[in-house]
């Protein structure tokens, strides 16, 4: 018995020891080279010329995903014998949780249209604007809103979202007209590093009925 409970805890021990090793859970070329992926790059960049070794966004961004892949994909292969146990019990690892931070982050926006002006009713995370807050921000609603601005097309679900806000407005909110909805992309930046300006993204417009 000591000898299989030491056999079962040094078991334990490389199995959690290789699910929690710092390796993101996928290394994808599209997410290495985003605008976030990229700003990441050039800073990794500035900071290995600061120690003497010449690289590239280009140059770095492919060194990351041709060590990174082989990583993800060795990783996976040794746990996957375990991986029932693991969803079984709940105790699986994940350390990519926040790879890098995402310094454009999108906010769903929802207005209205009163008179000749836009009236804000809705931004994500903006206390101050929080109509709707409880649905718009349910998971299953979230679910289908939440990263649509990093698509070129934003896709079907996503036009089904706009009508039924549009809908969700002309009943609660008598005084509105038309009603927008798009996101916002700004640009988190260090001190001292004048940010891009704010981008409105899969503006939508539905009027209102007549």
């Known amino acids: 018995m000591p000898r299989l409970r030491a056999l079962l805890i040094t078991l334990a021990l490389v199995v959690y020891g290789i699910a929690a090793a710092p390796i993101p859970p996928s290394v994808k070329k599209h997410e290495v080279f985003s605008e976030s992926g990229r700003d990441e790059l050039r800073r990794w960049v500035e900071v290995l010329h600061g ?53 454009r982050p999108q906010a769903l926006v929802v207005e209205c249209e009163v008179g000749d002006r836009w009236r804000t009713l809705f931004r994500a995370g903006d206390p101050e604007h929080d109509w709707a807050s409880s649905r718009l921000r349910h998971r299953r609603i979230r679910g289908v809103w939440d990263g649509v601005a990093r698509r070129k097309k934003p896709g079907r679900a996503y036009e089904a979202l706009v009508d039924r806000i549009a809908a969700w407005v002309e009943a609660e909110e008598p005084d509105c007209g038309d009603v927008r909805v798009s996101f916002e992309r700004s640009h988190a930046t260090a001190p001292g590093v004048a940010p891009d300006p704010v981008r409105t993204l899969h503006e939508r417009v539905r009027e209102a009925a007549p």
């Open 51 to 103: 120690v003497g070794v010449e690289t590239s966004v280009k140059e770095l961004g492919g060194q990351v995903l041709a060590v990174g892949q082989p990583l993800t994909k060795a990783r996976q292969k040794l746990l996957s014998p375990f991986s029932p146990l693991l969803r079984l019990t709940g105790t699986g690892q994940r350390w990519g949780l926040f790879a890098y931070p995402d310094t």
